[in-house]
């Protein structure tokens, strides 16, 4: 009897310890793996949203579609101004910094001239990269690829009115977790990462350019 006993819980001791470690372990490797891809998203997401600013800057509006932005950072150019010379410490001292480039400029100690910039320099300069994160590459015209597939984010623009007092235009890119998970075993985990919920930046129902996702 003992013997029979024992045969018997060999089998549910396997099992137990499969559902104690494999599992976990499964689950574990997949959110390891599902941060990576995340991550790489935001990362997009953020280029895309510091592009977009730059764009509504030049022309007043965000770009309501990808060809538009890409066009603008490939093509496009923003004017900027050229300063040569320097401004004397003491005109800074007298005036402050702000009023001293003016008064610098009429007595001849600086000369400042109009500029045209490629909009790619300005909108990726060395402030943004240098803040990026330098895990994933910045290759423009992929930009709004999702990586791992051949789709691109969802770009939507929208007004809102009145807002306090005035017209607002809004901007949200995003995608599903479905398409930026594609390939992984989401499916198996739809309380960690449901299919039809968006990893997004920007809103179309209040003003807000900040990301939806948690950082970690």
Do not use: C
């Not at 499964?26 to 990576?36: D, M, Q």
């Not at 001849?108 to 490629?118: A, E, K, Q, S």
């Amino acid at each position: 009897m003992k013997k029979i006993i024992q045969i018997i819980l060999v089998p549910v001791i396997l099992v137990l310890a499969y559902l104690i470690y494999e599992i976990p372990a499964k689950e574990l490797a997949f959110k390891a793996k599902a941060k990576i891809r995340i991550d790489e998203n935001i990362q997009k997401l953020e280029d895309i949203k510091q592009a977009q600013i730059h764009y509504k800057q030049k022309y007043n509006r965000y770009a309501d579609d990808g060809n538009s932005l890409l066009n603008f950072l490939l093509n496009d150019s923003i004017s900027t101004t050229k300063k040569e010379g320097e401004t004397p410490d003491s005109l800074i001292s007298e005036y402050g910094l702000f009023k001293a480039d003016s008064i610098a400029e009429l007595r001849g100690y600086v000369v400042i001239t109009p500029d045209l910039i490629p909009a790619k320099s300005v909108v990726y300069d060395s402030i943004y990269m240098s803040k990026r994160n330098q895990l994933y590459k910045l290759y423009l015209p992929d930009l709004l690829q999702i990586p791992n597939t051949n789709k691109e984010y969802n770009i939507e623009t929208d007004q809102l009115e009145p807002y306090g007092g005035q017209i607002v235009q809004v901007l949200q890119i995003s995608s599903n977790y479905e398409t930026i998970l594609v390939g992984l075993d989401y499916k198996k985990y739809p309380n960690l990462y449901p299919a039809e919920d968006l990893l997004k930046i920007g809103s179309l129902t209040e003003v807000s350019l900040n990301g939806n996702w948690k950082i970690e």
